[in-house]
């Protein structure tokens, strides 16, 4: 199993998950993060992290946003890896929990 960036974390991107990861597994995009499956060991310290609850279990993903287990899987492998905290966007709280973001997600 693997733990799956989601929807919410578009434009909102806080970086407090990838502080606490143990293997590096998280990838950086312009406005979004993922983690990659491959890396990821399960260890569940990134969850609670997240300040804008973007993060699940694979086995726990809400079923309209299941498609982000594979965009997770597929950008993992073209972003490069962060491994350190950064600041999050000027306007991320305004973009917390805005539904529909999918067509935000800058590649």
Sequence with gaps: MTFVVTENCIK????????????DCFHEGPNFLVIDPEECIDCTLCEPECPAEAIYPEDDLPSDQL???ELNRELSQEWPVISEMKDPPEDAKE????PDK??????
């Design 95 to 98: 973009w917390d929990g805005v």
């Design 12 to 23: 909102c991107k806080y970086t407090d998950c990838v502080e606490v990861c143990p293997v």
């Design 67 to 69: 498609q982000f287990l």
């Design 102 to 107: 999918l067509k935000h997600l800058e590649r």
